[in-house]
Nanobody
């Protein structure tokens, strides 16, 4: 398994941008599909985006499509989430996850980071 550490969260005004990073330990990062999920206060964790092992296939939740971009650098063992045009409804703790297939289904990911807070004031 890999250890995952997110960074890049913070407070940003509506319409602003942030880039989240997820650094993975170990030498097997490229064998994992990666995903981003988020959990807002009082809500269940929800799918944001996922990327295949090679990076050639991506999926997005409808709520972020066109605003967020997922990417990965296997040489750096790092996954990214570029978030543009942020809105108050994007406020949540964002988690990166690693699994065997790129999917929207959270239970198919077996490694999770500790999360990073993103806050967009209304």
């Amino acid at each position: 398994q890999v250890q995952l550490v997110e960074s890049g969260g913070g407070l940003v005004q509506a319409g602003g941008s942030l880039r989240l990073s997820c650094a993975a330990s170990g030498r097997t990062f490229s064998s994992y599909a990666m995903g981003w999920f988020r959990q807002a206060p009082g809500k269940e964790r929800e799918f944001v985006s996922t990327i295949s092992r090679s990076g050639d296939s991506t999926y997005y939740a409808a709520s972020v499509k066109g605003r967020f971009t997922i990417s990965r650098d296997n040489a750096k063992n790092t996954e990214y989430l570029q978030m543009n045009s942020l809105q108050p409804e994007d406020t949540a703790v964002y988690y990166c996850a690693a699994g065997l297939t790129h999917t929207r289904l959270s239970h198919l990911y077996n490694c999770w980071g500790q999360g990073t807070q993103v806050t967009v004031p209304s």
